[in-house]
């Protein structure tokens, strides 16, 4: 069951980071004429957004959690509910 709900939260995230990738393949893969290289460049668009994108993603999670720690371990009666989303998070 937690496998099925995994599938289902994440098919949004898949569907939007590969999605380009695989209609773009879809569409190139009949056409011979066209260089390796030159498919290879089409895709440098994609790819580059996919990395700005994590990249972004993972700063803003660092920041968020460098802050809430902060904030978390400063006050005595928040600290449950940071071992509370620590907990929640294994």
Known sequence: MSAAIVG????PHCMTMCGAICEKSASTCKIDRESLAGR?????P????RLFSYATAGA????FTSV???YFMGTNWLRPIWVLFQFLYL
């Open 68 to 70: 809430s720690i902060t």
């Open 60 to 63: 803003l999670i660092g920041l």
């Open 40 to 44: 290879l460049l089409s895709y440098l």
């Open 46 to 49: 994609v790819l580059l957004g």
């Open 8 to 11: 289902l939260v994440a098919s």
